[in-house]
Nanobody, 124 residues
Framework: QVQLVESGGGLVQAGGSLRLSCVASGRTIMTYATGWFRQAPGKEREFVAAISRSGTTTDYADSVAGRFTISRDNAKTTLFLQMNSLKPEDTAVYYC?????????????????WGQGTQVTVSS
């Protein structure tokens, strides 16, 4: 099993940046496909970004492509999400996810492990 702990959320003005981190413990992050989801109040949890287990493939939701960048530090077993040009509609709780497979699934139910979430609030 792997435990995931997110950090880095906060309050930022529109146009600003934040960097989220997700530290994996229990097993190396390279064992899993990993990524980020988010959930806004009253909405379902949605896919944001993913990186494959091999690290060779990344994927982004259309709403964040070109603004967000996913990366990982294998040595530190940490997953990152660099968020630039933030918009009020990016406000949500952001969750780190992992799946024991080459690719993360964009459907929430098919991923295996979740962090507790970190709040991101973007003011207009």
């Amino acid at each position: 099993q792997v435990q995931l702990v997110e950090s880095g959320g906060g309050l930022v003005q529109a146009g600003g940046s934040l960097r989220l981190s997700c530290v994996a413990s229990g097993r190396t992050i390279m064992t899993y496909a990993t990524g980020w989801f988010r959930q806004a109040p009253g909405k379902e949890r949605e896919f944001v970004a993913a990186i494959s287990r091999s690290g060779t493939t990344t994927d982004y939701a259309d709403s964040v492509a070109g603004r967000f960048t996913i990366s990982r530090d294998n040595a530190k077993t940490t997953l990152f999400l660099q968020m630039n040009s933030l918009k009020p509609e990016d406000t949500a709780v952001y969750y780190c996810a992992a799946r024991n497979s080459e690719l993360l699934h964009q459907n929430v139910r098919f991923n295996d492990y979740w962090g507790q979430g970190t709040q991101v609030t973007v003011s207009s």
